[in-house]
């Protein structure tokens, strides 16, 4: 039968080539409150992650309440206690909120989340505050409310890293005495702290350094070490009017050791050589008073690290529990706890006994008990994330504005703004004729609608001007002879001279021109037609007419409005907008704030979270769809010749692919500045590639392939077969397909990059 709830042995976790944590061995027993003590990137963060089970160590063994923290990671999470280093609970949730998302977590009935949460309000005295939104709770009050998250599940053994930073004294005194409450109640509590008065508290105390494990034992112990106060040395305390003065005298006496300020006194290590009176003399008589003093904690660990800068590669050392016994390192303590329990069965060694645990029950009722696997939930914790994520969208009208307000506002802009009809182009003439028939081709220019006659000049100089500086895009010349030669039947030219900068300005202008020529020269020559005994062809009533007449017909929009096109079209670019930035933001942002770090410690699944998190914004997002599709019918009069059930089905398969677009995002960032660069770096070509801007069978062919792997370029054709042309599920089936496709690789390749781990 094992003695420890935490038996962690020869423990190393390294990142890349950088080693935080090499081979440290610690065992915690049930009950106790064990210190872990270290100067920042000591590994005392690392070291309580990897115990509990968020960071999988590189070697060692690791087992807490008898479970494997590597093999049964979600096993340990169910009865274990969390507190990180930083307060990362919801701030824009209440007290209350906070402490029943927790519970929920863990999967307590209502029932029990009612009782447990009474009990712990009044543990930590924060009933008159269960309103109060977290982040405007002071620093005292914010660890309390993170300890009764922590203990709402009545956890076996509590995890707590650098619970009193930042807080004040008084808080500090009072969350130690709910932390000696709780360890008299048979809650083991494993603590980091920076504060000696605090590692004073703990049963036993554990010292790390650059990763190593320097020194191991209860507090009292470790201060009789030879080490800090050798052999030949005297430990004291003086108290002068000018301690300042006497501390510059006392540093460079060569008999003084070592001397540092504690409160208003000095402490001093000094030879045996100076006795009370020779110290006295030191400080010429300055001295209130000298006594002798024993060796502080703080005392203990500024000689280890001292020691460590004279020695490049420490012995960890141990300290033992009896003195008696001598010291022990710890890889000997490891191997006496194995001699210890050698005559124990397999099956000992991982639970206790059930007469043992019954009689500890009734001890002690949170004594350390063995733990049975329990039935695995895949969606564990799904309705507590569902219900935490819903406060969060409550608590930000932004995230609303933004969701359903400015969509409008973009489809209203994009509907207006966006229009591909060339019209008004700026054009300048040059008339050097000046008569009728000039005069009727330039009303003939002004009458096409595309261009628009800015200038008219009667120079070279002016016209080459207008058109260099861009003030027009489009030059006529019109010849002096042009009226002669037209009278004498010889063909007239006209030179149109066109900006190319624009292309599409430059072909609208270039269709328009040549188009107006052959309107202009069959105007001319049909009565000369009508003369003539014989004519390539006759139209049904007899006159002169083309060989071949086109006769075009516009199919679903015969005016070429723009609108038509444009706007079915933002239904998808402005959903994938919406859900990609606000689902990646959702997780990265927790990430950012160290709320993830605190729920991967929690039993919630891998399913259950993301789920959790998702279906809020799956249900906006529809919702932000039928307003889409309302403005679009309403304002600008695009009419859905299709199945609306259909397309608000299909419209949901696109919405979850979103969602999936987002959740990939959010596992590639780490920061939410990295997060917005992903999700402009996936809509740029969903923009541009997918149609909705340029025909797809106008790119050249890798590019065309391309626009494949675009889940926007799918759901575009849906949108625009429903909306304008009526095609149903069936002529759609290709398109989603593909959309299909797309969500199903999104998600698998999301979730498998998705780990309940840091690393």
């Known amino acids: 039968m094992t003695d420890f709830v935490i038996d962690a042995r020869d423990v190393v976790r390294q990142f890349g080539q950088f080693t935080a944590v090499g081979g440290v061995t610690l065992q915690v027993r049930p009950g106790e409150i064990f210190g872990l003590l270290g100067p920042n990137g000591s590994g005392k963060s690392t070291m309580i992650r990897m115990l509990c089970g968020v960071l999988p160590p590189t070697s060692?063994?690791?087992?807490?309440?008898?479970?494997?923290?590597?093999?049964?990671?979600?096993?340990?999470?169910?009865?274990?206690?969390?507190?990180?280093?930083?307060?990362?609970?919801?701030?824009?949730?209440?007290?209350?909120?906070?402490?029943h998302f927790y519970g929920r977590i863990y999967g307590l009935s209502q029932e029990r989340l009612d009782q447990r949460t009474e009990e712990v309000l009044a543990l930590t005295s924060l009933q008159p505050r269960i309103h109060q939104l977290a982040g405007t709770l002071s620093g005292g009050w914010k660890q309390r409310l993170a300890l009764a998250c922590a203990l709402i599940h009545e956890p076996k053994l509590l995890f707590l890293d650098e619970p009193t930073a930042g807080i004040d004294p008084v808080a500090r005194r009072d969350l130690w005495d709910l932390l000696f409450q709780l360890a008299g109640n048979g809650v083991s509590l494993l603590v980091t702290t920076h504060y000696m008065d605090e590692a004073e508290r703990c049963a036993q105390v554990a010292y790390l350094h650059s990763g190593q494990l320097i020194v191991i034992g209860p507090p009292e112990h470790l201060k009789q070490r030879e080490e800090v106060t050798p052999s030949g040395t005297r430990r004291w305390e003086l108290t002068a009017a000018h301690p300042a003065e006497q501390f510059a005298v006392l540093r460079n006496h060569p008999a003084v050791l070592d001397a540092t300020f504690f409160g208003d006194a000095i402490h001093i290590l000094a030879s045996d050589q100076l006795d009370a009176a020779a110290i006295a003399h030191l400080t010429s008589s300055h001295a209130d008073a000298i006594r002798p003093i024993e060796p502080s904690l703080e005392d203990v660990f500024v000689m280890m690290t001292r020691d460590l800068t004279r020695d490049d590669d420490p012995e960890p050392i141990a300290d033992t529990a009896d003195t008696s016994?001598?010291?022990?390192?710890?890889?000997?303590?490891?191997?006496?706890?194995?001699?210890?329990?050698?005559?124990?069965?397999?099956?000992?060694?991982?639970?206790?006994?059930?007469?043992?645990?019954?009689?500890?029950?009734?001890?002690?009722?949170?004594?350390?008990?063995?733990l049975s696997p329990q039935r695995k939930r895949p969606l564990a914790g799904c309705l507590a994330i569902l219900l935490k994520e819903l406060s969060h969208i409550r608590r930000q009208p932004s995230t609303l504005v933004f969701m359903l307000i400015v969509p409008v506002m973009q489809t209203l802009i994009f509907g207006y703004a966006i229009n591909t009809e060339i019209e008004n182009i700026p054009t300048v003439v040059y008339d050097l004729d000046g008569r009728q028939a000039a005069r009727e081709l330039r009303e003939a220019i002004v009458n096409t609608r595309t261009f628009r006659v800015t200038e008219r000049v009667t120079d070279e100089s002016a016209f080459q001007r207008a058109m260099i500086s861009g003030r027009a895009k489009v030059g006529i010349r019109i010849p002096p002879d042009f009226s002669e030669r037209l009278l004498h039947q010889e063909q007239a030219s006209v030179q149109v001279l066109i900006d190319g900068s624009d292309s599409q300005v430059a072909m609208s202008a270039l269709n328009t021109a040549n188009l107006l020529g052959v309107n202009l020269s069959l105007r001319r020559t049909r009565p000369f037609a009508d003369r003539l005994p014989a004519v390539p062809s006759r139209d049904a009533v007899g006159r002169p007419a083309l060989p071949i007449e086109m006769r075009p017909r516009l199919l679903y929009n015969p005016n070429l409005e723009s609108s038509h096109f444009f706007v079915p079209g933002l239904v998808g670019i402005i959903l994938q907008l919406v859900t990609l930035f606000l689902t990646s933001?959702?997780?990265?942002?927790?990430?950012?704030?160290?709320?993830?770090?605190?729920?991967?410690?929690?039993?919630?699944?891998?399913?259950?979270?993301?789920?959790?998190?998702?279906l809020p914004y799956a249900g906006i997002g529809f919702l932000e769809v039928l307003i889409v599709l309302t403005v679009m019918v309403t304002i600008f009069g695009v009419p859905i010749r299709g199945s609306l059930p259909v397309l608000l089905v299909l419209s949901l398969l696109f919405l979850v692919c979103g969602l999936g677009l987002g959740l990939l995002v959010s596992t590639l960032a780490k920061t939410q500045v990295a997060a917005i660069q992903f999700a402009f770096l996936i809509m740029l070509p969903s923009v541009l590639l997918s149609g909705f801007m340029f025909p797809r069978s106008e790119m050249p062919l890798p590019i065309f392939v391309m626009t494949h792997i675009i889940p926007v370029t799918y759901f575009l054709e849906i949108l625009r077969g429903v909306i304008l042309r009526g095609a149903g599920f069936t002529d759609m089936l290709p398109h989603i397909a593909g959309l299909l496709i797309c969500t199903a690789a999104i998600f698998a390749i999301s979730l498998a990059k998705f780990r309940k781990q840091l690393a």
């Open 60 to 99: 060692g063994s690791i087992h807490v309440l008898g479970n494997d923290v590597v093999a049964a990671p979600e096993e340990v999470k169910r009865h274990i206690g969390y507190m990180s280093q930083s307060f990362s609970l919801y701030a824009d949730l209440s007290v209350l909120e906070n402490i």
């Open 325 to 370: 016994e001598g010291e022990m390192m710890p890889a000997e303590v490891a191997a006496a706890a194995a001699a210890a329990t050698a005559a124990t069965s397999a099956a000992e060694k991982a639970t206790f006994p059930e007469d043992s645990v019954d009689s500890e029950r009734t001890a002690r009722p949170h004594a350390v008990s063995a």
């Open 585 to 614: 933001f959702a997780i990265v942002r927790e990430r950012e704030l160290g709320t993830l770090e605190q729920l991967f410690v929690t039993p919630v699944s891998r399913a259950g979270l993301l789920l959790g998190k998702l």
